[in-house]
């Protein structure tokens, strides 16, 4: 029934959109072609077929020590500190080190396969709540702190912190015709990587972040810095007060 | 028996030689750039009070279109109708290999966060700024020092201002401070 709906429905539109807009063939083809598939989908599908070449579920399962059964929950705690890694760390940087664990070439982080992988990881966790635990051991805690404390500092050519456009007492308020969002209540941190329709491309949180310092002026630091993870810990424990289950891909204006 | 003994030390040497392989140090397997440095650099200075300079707030036509321009736009490479007379769109820069690139003129962007006279899409986290002139200047409540410190730094009297901080950091210079100025406390049409 569905099937047989969807090509109707879409006729319809397309009759009605012909009088206003004029589709030449090509835009008629590229607009069924991205109903049938949303692109961040594609994205995903992809990072999940390169995830099998590291062996896949069962790889990670066993390079982080839990379970198929905890798996999901267990996601939903980065960014966490293991300990083999030494440092509290992103799935990002978890997939690097199984590539050169297995001799293969570490995919770098800013790069749309990373995203990619790093998506269809963190979709593994889809519907579960965050589970950090900003008090679990030492390394956590310092992250937070390092995240907080980023958040918090005024930098660059304008002087402007994160916290200068995004702290409660200013949440919905205009900036250049955009509302500004609360980044909790928004479940950023559960709802990248996302599809961002601006940029025409899948990017994580990190990279997410990268945008808000480029436009402010303030010095973009790269990804997986510790600073960069310490944001992460920060912005994603604001999703979890929240209590905002993940969610990815995201669909980002 | 021989056999499968040997087999099974096979088996058990094989294994605890992969384990050996596999207890490779992990903790430089993964990039984790340093960002400390980049930062520090970048930190703002301590809130600045600043003198207005001599003849500073003028009813000169370039500087109010100076101060308009800049309060009205991003930068050079956003900007789109042609900078008035004494403001670039491009200025040159020397890149940490000493080599001089053009990089686009960063001006004030102020109608994110406020409103004025003929604004396109002003925000307003920061108070309307329409009208200033009556409402703020003739009635004596701001006067031109004000405005210049605010514009210069704004935490002098808002420590935690949500507001851009521009000639402590250097973004502007005072000529362009005080073209802001100028047009924001001007009459206008």
Redesign the interface.
């Given at each position: 029934m569905k099937k047989l709906l969807l090509p109707f429905a879409l006729v319809v539109t397309m009759a009605y959109s012909g009088e206003q807009f004029a589709m030449s063939d090509a835009d008629k083809a590229m607009y069924e072609e991205m109903l049938e598939n949303n692109p961040a989908d594609i994205y995903v599908e992809s990072g999940g077929e390169l995830f099998e070449e590291l062996g896949g579920e069962e790889a990670l399962i066993k390079f982080l020590g839990t379970t198929e059964k905890e798996l999901p929950k267990y996601i939903a705690g980065f960014p966490r500190y293991i300990k083999k890694l030494g440092n509290v760390v992103g799935i990002d940087q978890v997939l690097q080190a199984m590539q050169v664990e297995q001799g293969k070439k570490a995919t770098k982080l800013k790069s749309e396969d990373m995203f990619s992988m790093l998506a269809y990881v963190k979709s593994l966790a889809n519907d579960e709540q965050f589970t950090i635990d900003i008090t679990a051991d030492k390394h956590i805690k310092a992250s937070y702190a390092l995240g907080k404390k980023t958040f918090d500092t005024p930098r660059g050519g304008r002087g402007l912190s994160c916290l200068s456009c995004h702290s409660k007492d200013i949440v919905g308020m205009i900036l250049r015709t955009q509302p500004l969002p609360d980044l909790g209540e928004a479940g950023a941190g559960a709802t990248w990587p996302a599809y961002r329709m601006t940029k025409s491309s899948l990017r994580s949180i990190q990279r997410r972040f990268q945008g808000c310092m480029n436009n402010a002026l303030l010095k973009v630091i790269p990804i997986g810095s510790k600073e960069m993870v310490g944001l992460e810990v920060y912005i994603s424990t604001l999703a979890q007060e929240k209590k905002k289950a993940i969610a990815i891909p995201g669909l980002k204006r | 028996m021989y056999k499968k003994m040997t087999r099974i030390t096979c088996i058990a040497v094989f294994l605890s030689a992969s384990t050996l392989l596999?207890a490779?140090d992990?903790?430089k397997?993964?990039?984790?750039?340093?960002?400390?440095k980049?930062?520090e650099?970048?930190?703002?200075k301590p809130a600045q009070k600043f003198t207005m300079p001599k003849e500073c707030v003028s009813t000169d036509k370039d500087s109010l279109a100076r101060g308009e321009y800049i309060f009205h736009n991003l930068n050079g490479k956003k900007a789109k109708a042609t900078p008035p007379t004494g403001l670039a769109k491009f200025i040159e820069k020397k890149d940490k290999n000493g080599k001089v690139v053009k990089k686009p003129k960063?001006y004030g962007?102020c109608?994110?966060?406020h409103n004025i006279e003929d604004a396109k899409?002003g925000?307003?986290?920061g108070p309307d700024l329409s009208n200033y002139k009556t409402i703020f200047m003739d009635t004596k409540v701001r006067d031109n020092a004000f405005v210049y410190q605010k514009i210069a730094d704004a935490r002098i009297d808002v420590p935690n201002t949500?507001m851009?901080?521009?000639l402590?950091?250097g973004?502007f210079n005072e000529q362009e401070i005080c073209d802001l100025t100028s047009y924001i406390v001007s009459e206008k049409k």
């Open positions: - | 596999n490779t992990l903790t397997a993964y990039s984790m750039p340093d960002a400390s980049m930062i650099k970048d930190l703002l960063q962007n109608v994110a966060c899409g925000g307003n986290i949500h851009t901080i521009n402590t950091t973004l």
